[in-house]
């Protein structure tokens, strides 16, 4: 063609245009086969804590978001009612926790016309994990932590990986800082290799449980701070507070 | 193995000494410096120990990683002024997304009237600093005045270029001398800028944001600390890989000696944080909460030494 006169075949040309509106084509060499790299996952951070009771579920978040070392939010919530009585608290990409908790919701609001009732936690349990294993091969990624009351009102607390694979537990944290919440909770609240008496766990311990994970997370993790916002599920409602954590 | 650098003649002093050359204790590094004698030896780096921590790494269980060397993230910066000058530092080392060290010490002693901050591999920034620092004073000895800013800025650019930047140090360089007040700012490559304002360090761009704003020439003290505070803050609070306290030296041209305010500001004492809610009572075992499952007592049949 006109454009590659005098021009030797391992030239590439793009047409790049100029801020003054006028446009031209520059030429380069190419060094043959070029990859390009489909990179869709970001990590913004944060870390989920979830504990059971008797009567009561204990859901806490942190609310900042970052990716790489920049803070691109100190005030989303990780937090998300998906049922009547369940919270599901996912951390790891926010596009995919949010378009899973999007599909999750319409498809109990579907649900609830078809049936004229709530789905209860276990259904939405398995729910979920049906959602993540539909992706498989190009999964959410996500580190979901599904909490509320069972049929039996006591406090049910779901773990899951990124691919659905579920199981019910006593407690649970998951994100950036599970590593430094696990080990603190597995010796204050299950009491652990230790062999003193354990007090009965109402809902005011779990609170002061979670602050006190939160606070020790925040010191080691980077991408935990801001503040937590911890969830109390009870068969009466949800109560929520928002507790301010170390901003650096 | 090759030896891509050549040694500059003498330079015995600049070379990295392990007793038991090349191999030593390298496990967490990825290459290691020849010594003077050895097979091979020409200086520079030697590259045979990345194969083996390649091999090592694929045969590690799925998941587990080598450890990385500590970096300190940072935010480190320093401005000129009417009367010297003024170096700031956060106090976070991270090693990935963990914090290793909440208060760690950037800023580093060189000589008496020059002070040198660190970002980049913590162990780089030390013990590059801690050479250059002896070195100063030997020349001090040697020739029987002040080391000259531009002195230290040259022997640490001479070394961190030789290196051509695996000596991960990237340094803000502040002090005073007969020629007046000079700050630098040296990256690990072995380049340098001198300037009146620098900042380095993951959280430099927020720091040079309000150095940006607030810069004139010519401050006096007070808001030359203010303005270095700042600037620190800025890195502590919106750069994940800075955080914690903020440390501050001032060196003035009318003494020539450094002031050093360590913890200049702490606004992140979780001390306060922990105030604000009641600490679950099981985080203190109660004694005999940790079962014994065995005792054994052995008595050492001690006798004071008579000397």
Redesign the interface.
Same mark, same amino acid.
């Given at each position: 063609s006109r454009a590659r006169r005098g021009r030797s075949r391992k030239e590439m040309s793009t047409i790049v245009r100029r801020c003054d509106g006028g446009a031209e084509r520059v030429w380069q060499a190419s060094g043959g086969p070029t990859e390009h790299k489909f990179d869709p996952y970001d990590f913004n951070g944060g870390t989920t804590l979830a504990i059971s009771g008797e009567d009561f579920v204990m859901v806490a978040a942190d609310t900042r978001m *970052?990716s790489?070392? *920049?803070?691109l939010s100190r005030k989303v919530s990780k937090l998300h009612k998906v049922g009547e009585r369940t919270m599901l608290a996912a951390a790891g990409c926010q596009t995919d926790v949010v378009a899973l908790v999007n599909t999750l919701q319409t498809r109990h609001r579907m649900y609830v016309h078809q049936t004229g009732k709530g789905m209860t936690t276990t259904a939405l349990a398995q729910m979920l994990s049906n959602t993540l294993y539909y992706k498989r091969f190009f999964p959410y990624y996500a580190f979901n932590v599904l909490a509320g009351l069972d049929a039996d009102g006591k406090g049910a607390v779901y773990s899951y990986d990124a691919i659905g694979s579920f199981q019910r537990v006593p407690f649970s944290a998951s994100g950036?800082g599970q590593s430094y919440v696990i080990p603190l909770l597995d010796?204050? @609240?299950c009491?652990k290799?230790?062999? !003193?008496p =354990?007090?009965p766990l109402t809902p005011q @311990?779990a609170v002061?449980?979670a602050?006190?994970a939160f606070?020790s997370a925040g010191?080691? !993790?980077?991408?935990t701070g801001d503040a937590v916002e911890i969830a109390v599920v009870t068969k009466d409602g949800i109560t929520t507070e928002t507790? =301010? @954590?170390?901003? !650096? | 193995g090759e030896q891509p650098f050549s040694e500059p003649p003498g330079d015995d002093r600049s070379r990295a000494r392990s007793p038991s050359g090349s191999s030593s204790g390298a496990w967490r590094g990825m290459a290691t410096v020849a010594g003077p004698g050895e097979e091979g030896s020409g200086g520079g780096f030697s590259f045979e120990l990345c194969a083996r921590n390649a091999k090592l790494a694929a045969t590690l269980p799925q998941g587990s990683r080598l450890p990385a060397a500590m970096k300190t $993230?940072t935010t480190i910066c320093g401005v000129v002024y009417k009367d010297g000058v003024v170096l700031g530092a956060d106090t976070?080392a991270?090693g990935g997304?963990?914090?290793a060290d909440?208060n760690c010490a950037k800023i580093h002693y060189l000589a008496p009237n020059i002070y040198c901050c660190g970002a980049g591999t913590a162990a780089d920034t030390e013990q590059t600093t801690a050479l250059i620092s002896s070195q100063l004073e030997l020349l001090r000895l040697s020739t029987g005045t002040q080391s000259r800013v531009v002195a230290a800025v040259t022997l640490l650019k001479r070394m961190l270029f030789r290196y051509q930047g695996h000596v991960s140090a990237a340094l803000v360089l502040g002090g005073v001398d007969v020629a007046g007040a000079h700050l630098y700012q040296i990256y690990p490559q072995g380049s340098t800028g001198k300037l009146p304002y620098v900042t380095m360090g993951?959280g430099s761009l927020a720091a040079m944001s309000v150095f940006e704003t607030g810069y004139r020439d010519d401050m006096d003290e007070a808001d030359a600390v203010d303005l270095v505070k700042d600037a620190i803050f800025g890195g502590?609070?919106?750069?994940? $890989?800075? $955080?914690?306290n903020c440390d501050i030296t001032i060196i003035r041209s009318a003494t020539g000696l450094a002031e050093e305010r360590r913890n200049f500001r702490t /606004?992140?004492d979780?001390g306060q944080?922990?105030a604000?809610?009641?600490?679950?009572?099981?985080?203190v /075992? /109660?004694p $005999?909460?940790?079962?014994i499952l065995e005792t054994q007592v052995e008595i050492f049949d001690a006798q004071p030494m008579d000397l």
């Amino acid at each position: 063609s006109r454009a590659r006169r005098g021009r030797s075949r391992k030239e590439m040309s793009t047409i790049v245009r100029r801020c003054d509106g006028g446009a031209e084509r520059v030429w380069q060499a190419s060094g043959g086969p070029t990859e390009h790299k489909f990179d869709p996952y970001d990590f913004n951070g944060g870390t989920t804590l979830a504990i059971s009771g008797e009567d009561f579920v204990m859901v806490a978040a942190d609310t900042r978001m *970052s990716s790489g070392y *920049s803070i691109l939010s100190r005030k989303v919530s990780k937090l998300h009612k998906v049922g009547e009585r369940t919270m599901l608290a996912a951390a790891g990409c926010q596009t995919d926790v949010v378009a899973l908790v999007n599909t999750l919701q319409t498809r109990h609001r579907m649900y609830v016309h078809q049936t004229g009732k709530g789905m209860t936690t276990t259904a939405l349990a398995q729910m979920l994990s049906n959602t993540l294993y539909y992706k498989r091969f190009f999964p959410y990624y996500a580190f979901n932590v599904l909490a509320g009351l069972d049929a039996d009102g006591k406090g049910a607390v779901y773990s899951y990986d990124a691919i659905g694979s579920f199981q019910r537990v006593p407690f649970s944290a998951s994100g950036s800082g599970q590593s430094y919440v696990i080990p603190l909770l597995d010796n204050i @609240l299950c009491h652990k290799n230790r062999q !003193d008496p =354990q007090p009965p766990l109402t809902p005011q @311990l779990a609170v002061e449980f979670a602050k006190e994970a939160f606070v020790s997370a925040g010191e080691r !993790d980077i991408h935990t701070g801001d503040a937590v916002e911890i969830a109390v599920v009870t068969k009466d409602g949800i109560t929520t507070e928002t507790f =301010q @954590l170390k901003q !650096d | 193995g090759e030896q891509p650098f050549s040694e500059p003649p003498g330079d015995d002093r600049s070379r990295a000494r392990s007793p038991s050359g090349s191999s030593s204790g390298a496990w967490r590094g990825m290459a290691t410096v020849a010594g003077p004698g050895e097979e091979g030896s020409g200086g520079g780096f030697s590259f045979e120990l990345c194969a083996r921590n390649a091999k090592l790494a694929a045969t590690l269980p799925q998941g587990s990683r080598l450890p990385a060397a500590m970096k300190t $993230g940072t935010t480190i910066c320093g401005v000129v002024y009417k009367d010297g000058v003024v170096l700031g530092a956060d106090t976070r080392a991270t090693g990935g997304s963990e914090v290793a060290d909440k208060n760690c010490a950037k800023i580093h002693y060189l000589a008496p009237n020059i002070y040198c901050c660190g970002a980049g591999t913590a162990a780089d920034t030390e013990q590059t600093t801690a050479l250059i620092s002896s070195q100063l004073e030997l020349l001090r000895l040697s020739t029987g005045t002040q080391s000259r800013v531009v002195a230290a800025v040259t022997l640490l650019k001479r070394m961190l270029f030789r290196y051509q930047g695996h000596v991960s140090a990237a340094l803000v360089l502040g002090g005073v001398d007969v020629a007046g007040a000079h700050l630098y700012q040296i990256y690990p490559q072995g380049s340098t800028g001198k300037l009146p304002y620098v900042t380095m360090g993951s959280g430099s761009l927020a720091a040079m944001s309000v150095f940006e704003t607030g810069y004139r020439d010519d401050m006096d003290e007070a808001d030359a600390v203010d303005l270095v505070k700042d600037a620190i803050f800025g890195g502590i609070f919106n750069d994940l $890989g800075s $955080g914690s306290n903020c440390d501050i030296t001032i060196i003035r041209s009318a003494t020539g000696l450094a002031e050093e305010r360590r913890n200049f500001r702490t /606004p992140n004492d979780v001390g306060q944080l922990r105030a604000l809610y009641a600490r679950p009572a099981s985080l203190v /075992p /109660p004694p $005999g909460a940790t079962a014994i499952l065995e005792t054994q007592v052995e008595i050492f049949d001690a006798q004071p030494m008579d000397l």
